[in-house]
């Protein structure tokens, strides 16, 4: 009986020092992973930050302003005028939805009946 | 352990033999237990001190050898964090009311040089020349052959350069990261951003401060990283901004102007919406501030802010809405304005004379200096003191930019009743246009005080009233009038109901001694639409000319009006004013009947 106690002991010590060896060696591995991980974030995010800002410059009004001058031929854009705002009553009134339909009939028969 | 008796026969019985006291024996050895007891019980507390010792000597050392070494360690990010850290930029954007961008950071390097790790040094001076011009050969040659271990050479580079040098292959020549701030919009309100240039720099960082406007200001807010990079939010409207600096641009070189100002203001809330002060400058490259000549005169000069000018004529519609308030006058009320007036060895004349009275609307439609100045005896000195303090014609406006503190309105250092009558018509009181922005959107607004600010607000401010509404109306009718048949008629908008009054101010000589007869100030101070008050426009030109029907003109009239009324057809729209179209005239059908 003490001979299996003891027996079972030592298995589980030395179990129990290989689960704690390969959990740090797992722990490890995820922690270099999350470093990893976390400097491609940064990386991403500085990269985020030059393309807003580079999306900035390049939506600058003055060249906004130039590129709609140079291209007035296809764009036709112009500076926003007062005369620009339209009225309610310049739009057309939407085509009323048909009802539904709660009753319907068996018209193929009434066709029939009529011939 | 043996136990020995207390009372032992042996002893006891030899003790009675010799006829000694048996119970000296009993003492004895309860003596000799105790001290044994007592032994026993010091070692064991012995034994225990010494036990608690040691932990704490080992508890203590613990302690100290983790602070060293915490102490001594390199700092490292938090691995095992859940997210990535928020905060990469060291400094929050700025964006406008829309959340467009106005200033933001890029990641960029600065070159430095370690002359005794470098090789070949008249090579790399001579190569550095070729990629930076501005940089002086001979100098870099001195610098590297010398004494020195460490310099820099330049504190921002781009990566076609930072390849270039790199291509030079010297061991010497080195680049430590560098995050710098870009206005991607330049020029477009370069007073408002002020600019950021680099505090204390080391080799792997340097510190970026503001150094004007609210980058300046709002230092602290913008590098505090417990807002996680949450951009500020200005006030400001890019596009609005952007529309009206082009036209005030293009209006400064219409009128031949030095300087140009331009300011809209919501009358409710009191936010700026634009604001741009002619000649301006990059902050990206924000220009050395100049060591000679006028302040005014430089670009870095905020004009709407910094610029102190007598405001002329503007301020009329202040004396008017006083005597109003004060129950002096209505908008009939008849005034005298025989002309000229004397007032001791002064005399007050009027642009040209207006007959012997006018009324209360008309002195404002024709700018009548003589009435102006009849109503504000009426008022009296130390009322019209109260008024103008009410307006904040007495302190620094407190507009969150850093140059606001500084510019404090120049008041008379006597205020005679001479002051009060000129002071009534815009003369003898200095401020700026920003200043006159605000007095002109608490009078005009319903009569509360608005308190100008750069920074989106929720809704309206709620500031003490200053004149009644009905006041408030009458006296947006009578700039209504100013531009239907006064002197701003060219400051017409079709639909949008502009109401103004114009200023023409003569210049001070710089040095003392009177006014220039040929240089003005031309002011025009406007609101629209004066049946709905939205917004106030200012705009100021700095000594404007026109050619005009066969002669030059100064007057604001023909030089910051036209301006305006340019500037409020462009930005009405993009602030989303819509035009109230009068209603078209019937058809002609004639109703018959037969």
């Given at each position: 009986m003490r001979i299996i106690i003891i027996c079972m002991a030592v298995v589980s010590l030395g179990w129990m020092g290989f689960k704690a060896y390969s959990e740090t060696y797992v722990t490890k591995q995820a922690l270099k992973e999350v470093a990893r991980l976390q400097q491609q974030i940064a990386a991403k995010r500085e990269r985020l930050a030059v393309l807003k800002a580079e999306w900035a410059y390049l939506n600058r009004p003055s060249r906004l302003r130039e590129l709609a001058d140079l291209n007035f031929d296809t764009l036709g854009l112009l500076p926003l005028?007062?005369?620009?705002f339209g009225t309610a009553d310049q739009v057309a009134y939407p085509l009323p939805d048909l009802l539904p339909i709660t009753d319907p009939i068996e018209v193929a028969g009434i066709v029939e009946q009529q011939q | 352990m043996t136990r020995i008796p207390l009372r032992p026969l042996a002893r006891i019985l030899q003790a009675r033999e010799k006829g000694e006291n048996p119970d000296a024996i009993e003492k004895e050895n309860i003596r000799q237990r105790h001290e044994e007891m007592r032994d026993k019980a010091r070692r064991r507390a012995e034994g225990r001190l010494l036990v608690l010792g040691v932990a704490f000597v080992c508890a203590f050392a613990v302690v100290g050898l983790r602070m060293g070494a915490i102490a001594a360690s390199e700092p490292r990010e938090?691995?095992?964090?859940?997210?990535?850290?928020?905060?990469?930029?060291?400094r929050s954007d700025i964006v406008d009311?829309?959340?467009?961008?106005?200033a933001t950071n890029l990641f960029t390097h600065s070159l430095y040089a370690q002359?005794?790790?470098?090789?070949d040094k008249e090579r790399a001076a001579r190569e550095l020349v070729k990629i930076?011009?501005?940089?002086k050969e001979e100098r870099l040659v001195k610098d590297f052959t010398g004494k020195r271990k460490f310099l820099w050479i330049k504190k921002k580079i781009s990566p076609e350069q930072m390849q270039a040098v790199h291509d030079?292959?010297?061991?010497?020549l080195m680049f430590g990261p560098r995050e710098m701030r870009l206005?991607?919009?330049?020029?477009?309100a370069a007073h408002i951003l002020g600019g950021a240039s680099f505090g204390r720099e080391g080799v792997h960082s340097a510190e970026v401060v503001g150094v004007a406007g609210v980058e300046k200001v709002f230092d602290d807010y913008l590098r505090?990283?417990?807002?996680?990079?949450a951009p500020l939010q200005l006030s400001i409207d890019l596009t609005v901004q952007a529309a009206m600096r082009h036209v005030l641009e293009g209006g400064m070189k219409l009128m031949q102007a030095k300087g140009a100002t331009g300011i809209i203001l919501d009358?409710?809330?009191?936010?700026?919406?634009a604001m741009a002060s002619l000649p301006d400058f990059d902050p990206n490259n924000r220009p050395r501030p100049?060591?000679?000549?006028?302040?005014?005169?430089?670009?870095?000069?905020?004009r709407a802010v910094q610029g102190l000018y007598e405001?002329?004529?503007?301020?009329?519609i202040f004396t008017v809405a006083q005597a109003m308030e004060e129950g002096l006058?209505?908008?009939s009320t008849m005034v005298d304005t025989k002309g000229p007036m004397t007032w001791g060895r002064f005399r007050i004349r009027d642009f040209k004379n207006y007959g012997p009275e006018l009324s209360v609307t008309d002195v404002i439609v024709k700018s009548s200096n003589i009435g102006t100045a009849r109503m504000a005896l009426m008022v009296g000195t130390p009322r019209q003191q109260d008024f103008m303090k009410k307006l904040g014609?007495?302190?620094?406006?407190?507009?969150?930019?850093?140059?606001?503190?500084?510019?404090k309105p120049l008041l008379p250092k006597k205020w005679s009743d001479i002051s009060t009558m000129t002071i009534s018509y815009g003369h003898g009181l200095s401020a700026s246009p920003l200043h006159l922005a605000a007095a002109y959107a608490s009078v005009l607004n319903g009569g509360t005080r608005i308190t100008p600010t750069i920074l989106r607000q929720e809704g309206p401010q709620r500031g003490e009233?200053?004149?009644?509404e009905q006041t408030s109306a009458a006296l947006r009718d009578m700039l209504r009038q100013v531009v239907v048949r006064g002197?701003?008629?060219?400051?017409e908008v079709p639909g949008y109901f502009v109401g103004g009054k114009t200023g023409t101010a003569d210049k001070p000589k710089e040095n003392g001694g009177g006014y220039y007869k040929d240089r003005v100030i031309a002011t025009f101070a406007s609101v629209f639409p004066?049946?709905?008050?939205?917004y106030v426009v200012i705009v100021t030109l700095d000594e404007p000319k026109t050619h005009a029907l066969g002669e030059e003109r100064r007057t604001a009239g023909w030089t910051a009006v036209p301006v305006a009324a340019e500037l409020i057809e462009r930005t009405a729209p993009l602030l989303g004013v819509r035009p109230q179209i009068a209603p078209l005239p019937e058809v002609g059908i004639t109703l018959t009947s037969n």
């Amino acid at each position: 009986m003490r001979i299996i106690i003891i027996c079972m002991a030592v298995v589980s010590l030395g179990w129990m020092g290989f689960k704690a060896y390969s959990e740090t060696y797992v722990t490890k591995q995820a922690l270099k992973e999350v470093a990893r991980l976390q400097q491609q974030i940064a990386a991403k995010r500085e990269r985020l930050a030059v393309l807003k800002a580079e999306w900035a410059y390049l939506n600058r009004p003055s060249r906004l302003r130039e590129l709609a001058d140079l291209n007035f031929d296809t764009l036709g854009l112009l500076p926003l005028q007062p005369a620009h705002f339209g009225t309610a009553d310049q739009v057309a009134y939407p085509l009323p939805d048909l009802l539904p339909i709660t009753d319907p009939i068996e018209v193929a028969g009434i066709v029939e009946q009529q011939q | 352990m043996t136990r020995i008796p207390l009372r032992p026969l042996a002893r006891i019985l030899q003790a009675r033999e010799k006829g000694e006291n048996p119970d000296a024996i009993e003492k004895e050895n309860i003596r000799q237990r105790h001290e044994e007891m007592r032994d026993k019980a010091r070692r064991r507390a012995e034994g225990r001190l010494l036990v608690l010792g040691v932990a704490f000597v080992c508890a203590f050392a613990v302690v100290g050898l983790r602070m060293g070494a915490i102490a001594a360690s390199e700092p490292r990010e938090p691995r095992a964090a859940a997210s990535g850290s928020e905060i990469l930029a060291q400094r929050s954007d700025i964006v406008d009311r829309n959340g467009k961008v106005l200033a933001t950071n890029l990641f960029t390097h600065s070159l430095y040089a370690q002359p005794p790790v470098m090789i070949d040094k008249e090579r790399a001076a001579r190569e550095l020349v070729k990629i930076f011009p501005d940089l002086k050969e001979e100098r870099l040659v001195k610098d590297f052959t010398g004494k020195r271990k460490f310099l820099w050479i330049k504190k921002k580079i781009s990566p076609e350069q930072m390849q270039a040098v790199h291509d030079i292959g010297d061991p010497g020549l080195m680049f430590g990261p560098r995050e710098m701030r870009l206005y991607p919009n330049g020029r477009l309100a370069a007073h408002i951003l002020g600019g950021a240039s680099f505090g204390r720099e080391g080799v792997h960082s340097a510190e970026v401060v503001g150094v004007a406007g609210v980058e300046k200001v709002f230092d602290d807010y913008l590098r505090d990283p417990a807002n996680e990079g949450a951009p500020l939010q200005l006030s400001i409207d890019l596009t609005v901004q952007a529309a009206m600096r082009h036209v005030l641009e293009g209006g400064m070189k219409l009128m031949q102007a030095k300087g140009a100002t331009g300011i809209i203001l919501d009358v409710h809330t009191g936010e700026i919406m634009a604001m741009a002060s002619l000649p301006d400058f990059d902050p990206n490259n924000r220009p050395r501030p100049a060591v000679e000549g006028a302040a005014s005169d430089s670009p870095l000069f905020n004009r709407a802010v910094q610029g102190l000018y007598e405001l002329g004529s503007t301020f009329k519609i202040f004396t008017v809405a006083q005597a109003m308030e004060e129950g002096l006058v209505n908008p009939s009320t008849m005034v005298d304005t025989k002309g000229p007036m004397t007032w001791g060895r002064f005399r007050i004349r009027d642009f040209k004379n207006y007959g012997p009275e006018l009324s209360v609307t008309d002195v404002i439609v024709k700018s009548s200096n003589i009435g102006t100045a009849r109503m504000a005896l009426m008022v009296g000195t130390p009322r019209q003191q109260d008024f103008m303090k009410k307006l904040g014609f007495f302190d620094p406006t407190e507009v969150e930019l850093v140059e606001a503190p500084g510019a404090k309105p120049l008041l008379p250092k006597k205020w005679s009743d001479i002051s009060t009558m000129t002071i009534s018509y815009g003369h003898g009181l200095s401020a700026s246009p920003l200043h006159l922005a605000a007095a002109y959107a608490s009078v005009l607004n319903g009569g509360t005080r608005i308190t100008p600010t750069i920074l989106r607000q929720e809704g309206p401010q709620r500031g003490e009233r200053v004149v009644s509404e009905q006041t408030s109306a009458a006296l947006r009718d009578m700039l209504r009038q100013v531009v239907v048949r006064g002197t701003a008629s060219f400051g017409e908008v079709p639909g949008y109901f502009v109401g103004g009054k114009t200023g023409t101010a003569d210049k001070p000589k710089e040095n003392g001694g009177g006014y220039y007869k040929d240089r003005v100030i031309a002011t025009f101070a406007s609101v629209f639409p004066t049946n709905d008050p939205k917004y106030v426009v200012i705009v100021t030109l700095d000594e404007p000319k026109t050619h005009a029907l066969g002669e030059e003109r100064r007057t604001a009239g023909w030089t910051a009006v036209p301006v305006a009324a340019e500037l409020i057809e462009r930005t009405a729209p993009l602030l989303g004013v819509r035009p109230q179209i009068a209603p078209l005239p019937e058809v002609g059908i004639t109703l018959t009947s037969n």
